[in-house]
C-alpha cells in the first residue's frame, strides 16, 4: 500500500520508495516467496542506482539480500557472481555491519576479505 501511495503522488522513483521496495523483497523472502522477492530485490537494486548512484554500502547491502534469494532458490552460480559484484563496489568497510561482511566471505567463498571479521570469529 505505501509503495502504491507513493506511486501515485509521483513520489515512486523516490529515496524512500526504493527503501520501502528493499523492505517489501526481504518481507517477500522471508515468507519463501522467492520469486517474487528476486523481482523485488533485482527493481530495488535498479531503482537505488538511479536515486543514490554513490549509496554503495546500502547497495552491498541489497545485493547480499539478493545472494541469499539466490540460495534459496538453489542458484549457487549466481549467488558468487552477486558477491563479487558487492565486493567489487569497494565500499568502505567501515560502513559494512559484521552480518554483511560475514555473508560476503561466505557467498564468495574468499578468506581473503574482511579480515576484522575472521580475526573476530577466531577469538571466539
Known amino acids: 500500500i505505501s509503495l502504491a ?3 501515485r503522488d509521483k513520489r515512486g522513483a523516490s529515496r524512500e520508495a526504493v527503501l520501502l ?3 517489501y523483497a526481504q518481507a517477500l523472502w522471508l515468507t519463501n516467496r522467492n520469486e517474487a522477492a528476486l523481482r523485488e530485490i533485482d ?13 554503495k554500502a546500502r547497495r552491498v547491502f541489497m545485493l547480499v539480500q539478493k545472494g541469499q534469494i539466490l540460495h534459496d532458490l ?8 552477486v558477491a563479487d559484484e558487492a565486493i567489487r563496489l569497494g ?9 554483511v561482511k560475514e555473508e560476503l566471505r561466505k557467498m564468495s567463498g ?3 576479505i574482511y579480515a ?5 570469529n577466531s577469538a571466539h
Open 21 to 23: 521496495r528493499n523492505g
Open 74 to 81: 538453489h542458484r549457487e552460480a549466481d549467488v558468487r557472481v
Open 116 to 120: 576484522d571479521v575472521a580475526t573476530a
Open 43 to 55: 527493481r530495488t537494486l535498479e531503482d537505488w542506482q538511479r536515486v543514490a548512484p554513490d549509496g
Open 91 to 99: 565500499a568502505n568497510p567501515s560502513e559494512l555491519s559484521r552480518a
Open 110 to 112: 574468499r578468506t581473503d
Open 5 to 7: 501511495i507513493l506511486d
